[in-house]
DNA sequence: ACGATGATGAAC
DNA sequence: TTCATCATCGTA
């Protein structure tokens, strides 16, 4: 069993959807290598009101894909060095998205994308096998036990958001 | 605990 | 135009 996802997986809230990604398998394709890696640690940024979210302060160029019907990529570079991979949410006009944070055997929201080689030039791209970079069902079957929630990283300086538990961890 | 390293956005 | 901040990581 072995399915692509497709824009309607991702046109719904970003909680769901962070659920719903665990298990399934990061693939990306670099020339004629393929990898493909299972996704185990995601975060959800909510819309406008999340303070967390790049989204709450408005639209900019940069946070522009968020805003975007869910299904394509926003890839932004922080701390000077890093780039990191999040999938758009949500109907189009509700900025939303899901960070991953790591993969099996591949910690670290930074590390998985200098090991993928994943950088601007999947920004604003849809989440599709034409663009070397999509998500695949493979039967994975994830049990509610088999996943840890909490608070986001990095984000203390978002108050009351800062402590929801939007974190999806695979034990 | 902290430096690397530069884009971003808000203030001025 | 300046400046603090930053969805991080590696080294100490």
């Known amino acids: 069993m072995r399915r692509i996802l497709g824009p309607r997986f991702f046109r719904r809230d ?36 999340d303070k967390a979210s790049h989204a709450s302060r408005g639209k900019t160029k940069r946070n522009a894909p968020m805003f975007a019907a869910g299904g394509r990529w926003y890839v932004y570079f ?31 929201p930074a590390r998985l994308t200098k090991a993928l080689r994943i950088s601007k030039r999947q920004n604003d791209t849809p989440i599709a096998r034409a663009t070397g970079l999509w998500i695949e069902d493979r039967g994975v079957r994830v049990p509610k036990s088999r996943i840890k929630r909490g608070p986001r990283i990095g984000v203390d300086y978002a108050g009351d958001w800062a402590k929801k538990p939007y974190r999806f961890k695979l034990l």
Do not use: C
Request: proline letters at 3%; aromatic letters at 8%; a positive charge.
């Open 14 to 49: 970003a909680l769901t959807v962070a659920r719903a990604l665990l298990g399934k398998f990061l693939v990306r394709r670099v020339g004629r290598k393929e990898t493909a890696l299972m996704i185990t640690d995601v975060e959800a940024y909510l819309g406008l009101e």
């Open 78 to 108: 922080t701390y000077g060095m890093h780039w990191i991979l999040n999938a758009v949410t949500g109907p189009e006009g509700h900025p939303s998205g899901v960070m991953f944070r790591g993969l099996e055997g591949l910690q670290g």
